[in-house]
């Protein structure tokens, strides 16, 4: 079954073909260069973008997969959670071709499709598994019981791992997208010069990031006030530390709680160098099982959307031309 897949939830427009677990195209079109000027995603200029730039997307990924329109059996599309507006251009898009093509119209949960970018790597993974997906809006621990059902085990109380990176890094005066240069600036993390809070939440698996997050900005304010540099490389690395610190702990303590020994990890700040290295010690140690994606897959892309839209679509998961697009959706929401 051959699905053309369209992602359009943030600042990439998306457009891929696959087959199975197979990817016969991948096209990305990033506006980050222009959302660099203002420090983080506008909105607005996204949703812009994605209409200018959709057509050609979607026209590439058939072409690079050496098929025509006539071949496509399904298209799966992201309709949650996501920025609204940014949502809606590639909803509409999959809506309108899926209406004259008289193929089915899935649709995919953003973070369930992040999760199944593994499974194009790994092809041989299957639920149930534990899985932790840190983007840039969300984070979240869940028992992936089957393909298109999830157990949240624990999530973010406020902001997202990746925010909290974003604005540690932005307020420290790196360029967007802060969380990949935090990593890349990151030299030894000094704990007694940098002392940051670690954060409780009520449920153990929890994570709250805010006060972190506030944590650092208090920090470079102050000592911009008292005219003190900032070691910019070590305060990466305790940032970076802490947050890995905080969702490996979660992480091994739910699988070892919940006595599940596959781990997979997810999203965009799958891409971070510790967590992968870390996370992977602790799961060496404890006898776990670990997997995650390739850099490639870790971002926002259309391969994955396809991925997870097979299942969605055993599992009845199609929609009509009603389907609307969903800013906030939990990861284990019912039709
Ligand atoms: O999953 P994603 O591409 O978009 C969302 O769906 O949110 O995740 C983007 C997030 C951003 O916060 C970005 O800074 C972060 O992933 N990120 C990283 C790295 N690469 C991307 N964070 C830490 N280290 C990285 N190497």
């Given at each position: 079954?051959?699905?053309?897949?369209?992602?359009?939830?943030?600042?990439?427009?998306?457009?891929?073909?696959?087959?199975?677990?197979?990817?016969?195209?991948?096209?990305?079109?990033?506006q980050v260069e222009e959302h660099k000027k203002y420090g983080g995603v506008v909105p607005e200029i996204a949703s812009r973008r994605h209409s200018e730039n959709i057509s050609a997307v979607v026209e590439k990924a058939i072409t690079d997969a050496g098929i025509t329109y006539g071949d496509i059996d399904a298209i799966a599309v992201t309709h949650a959670p996501g920025l609204i507006g940014a949502l809606?251009?590639?909803?509409?898009?999959?809506?309108?071709?899926?209406?004259?093509?008289?193929?089915?119209?899935?649709?995919?949960?953003?973070?369930?499709?992040?999760?199944?970018?593994?499974?194009?790597?790994h092809t041989d993974l299957k639920p149930p598994f534990l899985c932790l997906t840190v983007?840039?809006?969300?984070?979240?621990?869940?028992?992936?019981?089957?393909?298109?059902?999830?157990?949240?085990?624990?999530?973010?109380?406020?902001?997202?791992?990746?925010?909290c990176l974003?604005?540690?890094?932005?307020?420290?005066?790196?360029?967007?997208?802060g969380g990949v240069n935090l990593d890349k600036t990151a030299t030894v993390a000094d704990e007694k010069k940098y002392p940051l809070p670690t954060p409780h939440t009520q449920n153990k698996y929890d994570f709250s990031f805010s006060g972190l997050k506030t944590a650092v900005v208090n920090l470079?304010?102050?000592?911009?006030?008292?005219?003190?540099?900032?070691?910019v490389g070590a305060l990466c690395a305790t940032v970076r530390k802490k947050v890995c610190d905080i969702l490996i702990d979660h992480t091994i303590s739910a699988a070892k709680e919940l006595q599940i020994e596959k781990i997979v990890l997810a999203g965009g700040v799958s891409a971070n160098s510790e967590l992968r290295s870390r996370l992977k010690a602790a799961c060496d140690e404890n006898g776990f099982s670990l997997y995650y994606p390739p850099l490639s897959l870790c971002g926002d892309n259309a391969a994955m959307v396809g991925a997870q839209g097979i299942y969605e679509y055993q599992s009845g998961n199609i929609a009509d031309a009603s389907l609307n697009a969903t800013a906030t959706l939990p990861i284990n929401y019912r039709k």
């Open positions: 079954m051959k699905i053309l897949a369209i992602e359009s939830s943030c600042d990439e427009t998306a457009a891929a073909v696959v087959e199975g677990r197979k990817i016969l195209s991948s096209v990305i079109n990033t809606l251009v590639g909803v509409n898009y999959a809506k309108g071709l899926s209406l004259s093509l008289g193929v089915p119209l899935i649709p995919v949960h953003h973070l369930r499709s992040h999760i199944a970018a593994n499974y194009l790597e983007s840039g809006g969300n984070t979240v621990i869940t028992y992936v019981r089957d393909y298109t059902d999830f157990e949240i085990i624990g999530q973010t109380n406020d902001d997202a791992a990746g925010e974003d604005k540690a890094a932005r307020i420290m005066g790196l360029a967007y997208p470079v304010h102050n000592a911009s006030q008292k005219g003190e540099e900032i070691d």
